[in-house]
């Protein structure tokens, strides 16, 4: 279990890690993955009960899948700090012959990496079937996965959502990455889903809100309260209210850098905003 100033302090260094990957190679997905560096720092470093090592079958500890893979720079800097490979590898980010895709692959043997992703809208899918399996294996440890409000207007998230409701997957807590933004544009502008809560309930599951899910404090809280209901007959999902780009402020409010990455003036300044705490790699 870490404090709050600790999981704070991790996430400030993922921050600098995301800005330093994708400018490296002048390719990547800043916005998202800043969006999301807090969820995924305390549910690494402290919520999700983890194995040391790593072993593809997940026998005995919680699972995490990530569906909207293209978020991969703030994935890598939390496995390779949670210590899953070395953090000196996160500069090999996106280059020939690394194992660090612009979207997560297995056939690479990244520890830390369950499935492919970056195809949107199969994540869903892949989470409901390791819940299963945990089920058949009499493993009463959780799945969650991660998702993008975007994504959800791909169809097969809504053949795994009602399947898991159907057959009553109460050991998965799906989130859904709520910040309003995707490549073209916001959400309601590309494709308005409407109330993305009252779906989720339509379909029979039990749904909560982290609405400050840049707020590591909120996420603890948010999380907790999931697991609690968890086991209950009925799937768990979390709609997070993030910021895309949070934690640089011209980053934010927009989606201009859901798939672009910063020159080398815009670099210097997002890391003035968030100073090293952990050490670069």
Same mark, same amino acid.
Request: aromatic residues 8%; contains cysteine.
């Given at each position: 279990?870490?404090?709050?100033?600790?999981?704070?302090?991790?996430?400030?260094?993922? $921050?600098?890690?995301?800005?330093?990957?994708?400018?490296?190679?002048?390719?990547?997905?800043?916005?998202?993955?800043?969006?999301?560096?807090?969820?995924?720092?305390?549910?690494?470093?402290?919520?999700?009960?983890?194995?040391?090592?790593?072993?593809?079958?997940?026998?005995?500890? #919680? %699972?995490?899948?990530? *569906?909207?893979?293209?978020?991969?720079? /703030?994935?890598?800097? /939390?496995?390779? $700090?949670?210590?899953?490979? *070395? /953090?000196?590898?996160?500069?090999?980010?996106?280059?020939?012959?690394? $194992?660090?895709?612009?979207? &997560?692959?297995?056939?690479?043997?990244? &520890? !830390?990496? $369950?499935?492919? *992703?970056?195809?949107? !809208?199969?994540?869903?899918? @892949?989470?409901?079937?390791?819940?299963?399996?945990?089920?058949?294996? +009499?493993?009463?440890?959780? @799945?969650?996965? %991660?998702?993008? #409000?975007?994504?959800?207007?791909?169809?097969? +998230?809504?053949?795994?959502?009602?399947?898991?409701?159907?057959?009553? /997957?109460?050991?998965?807590?799906?989130?859904?990455?709520?910040?309003?933004?995707?490549?073209?544009?916001?959400?309601?502008? @590309?494709?308005?889903?409407?109330?993305?809560?009252?779906?989720?309930?339509?379909?029979?599951?039990?749904?909560?809100?982290?609405?400050?899910?840049?707020?590591? #404090?909120?996420? =603890?809280?948010?999380?907790?309260?999931?697991? *609690? =209901?968890?086991?209950? !007959?009925?799937?768990?999902?979390?709609?997070?209210?993030?910021?895309? !780009?949070?934690? @640089?402020?011209?980053?934010?409010?927009?989606?201009?850098?859901?798939?672009?990455?910063? +020159?080398?003036?815009? %670099?210097?300044?997002?890391?003035?905003? +968030?100073?090293?705490?952990?050490?670069?790699?």
């Amino acid at each position: 279990m870490s404090n709050t100033q600790q999981l704070q302090d991790f996430t400030t260094q993922v $921050r600098r890690d995301i800005l330093r990957m994708v400018h490296a190679v002048n390719s990547g997905h800043p916005g998202g993955s800043l969006g999301c560096a807090e969820f995924l720092v305390t549910l690494y470093q402290d919520v999700m009960k983890r194995n040391e090592g790593f072993d593809m079958n997940g026998i005995g500890e #919680d %699972l995490f899948f990530l *569906s909207n893979g293209h978020i991969s720079p /703030v994935f890598y800097s /939390v496995l390779a $700090r949670s210590g899953y490979f *070395s /953090v000196a590898e996160l500069a090999t980010f996106r280059k020939l012959n690394s $194992r660090l895709q612009g979207h &997560p692959t297995t056939h690479e043997g990244l &520890p !830390g990496i $369950r499935m492919a *992703s970056g195809s949107l !809208g199969q994540g869903m899918s @892949v989470a409901i079937g390791a819940a299963q399996a945990k089920k058949l294996n +009499n493993d009463n440890h959780l @799945v969650f996965a %991660l998702l993008g #409000d975007g994504e959800l207007q791909e169809g097969q +998230n809504w053949e795994a959502i009602m399947y898991a409701s159907a057959k009553k /997957v109460d050991n998965l807590i799906a989130t859904i990455d709520l910040n309003g933004k995707q490549i073209d544009g916001t959400t309601d502008e @590309v494709l308005a889903m409407g109330s993305v809560k009252a779906k989720f309930e339509a379909f029979d599951w039990i749904v909560l809100e982290i609405k400050e899910g840049n707020n590591i #404090d909120a996420i =603890k809280a948010g999380l907790a309260d999931a697991k *609690s =209901k968890s086991g209950n !007959g009925k799937p768990v999902c979390i709609l997070l209210h993030t910021e895309m !780009g949070n934690g @640089v402020d011209f980053m934010m409010h927009t989606h201009a850098w859901h798939g672009k990455a910063p +020159n080398d003036e815009q %670099l210097a300044k997002a890391l003035e905003q +968030n100073v090293e705490t952990l050490g670069d790699y």
